[in-house]
């Protein structure tokens, strides 16, 4: 079992950066696939980005890729997500998850812990 906490969301222009947190529990963080979702207000949570237990392989939806960058730090227990050049189509609650599987990394249905999310807030 592990639990994730989402920290680092908040109200940014378009154009900005910004870096989510997520916190995770457990001794066994590293054999856990980690992955960011976003859901907008009347829309499907959507995949943002995972990474593997080692960090060595890392996956990106087509809507950020190359503006967002996920990482982690397996002896901190932290996943990373950098985000840059946001855009107000970024706006959406932002969820961290984890992964046992190690498989359909981008599928909602393949994680089986969830944090409570984060608000991101992109203003045009």
């Known amino acids: 079992q592990v639990q994730v906490v989402e920290s680092g969301g908040g109200l940014v222009q378009a154009g900005d950066s910004l870096r989510l947190s997520c916190a995770a529990s457990?001794?066994?963080?590293?054999?856990?696939?980690m992955g960011w979702f976003r859901q907008a207000p009347g829309k499907e949570r959507e995949f943002v980005a995972a990474?593997?237990?080692?960090?060595?392989?890392?996956w990106y939806g087509d809507s950020v890729k190359g503006r967002f960058t996920i990482s982690r730090d397996n002896a901190k227990n932290m996943v990373y997500l950098q985000m840059n050049s946001l855009k107000p189509e970024d706006t959406a609650v932002y969820y961290c998850?984890?992964?046992?599987?190690?498989?359909?990394?981008?599928?909602?249905?393949?994680?089986?812990?969830w944090g409570q999310g984060t608000q991101v807030t992109v203003s045009s």
């Open positions: 457990g001794r066994t963080f590293s054999t856990y696939t």
């Open positions: 990474i593997s237990q080692s960090g060595g392989s890392t």
């Open positions: 998850a984890a992964q046992t599987i190690g498989l359909g990394v981008r599928l909602t249905t393949a994680y089986e812990f």
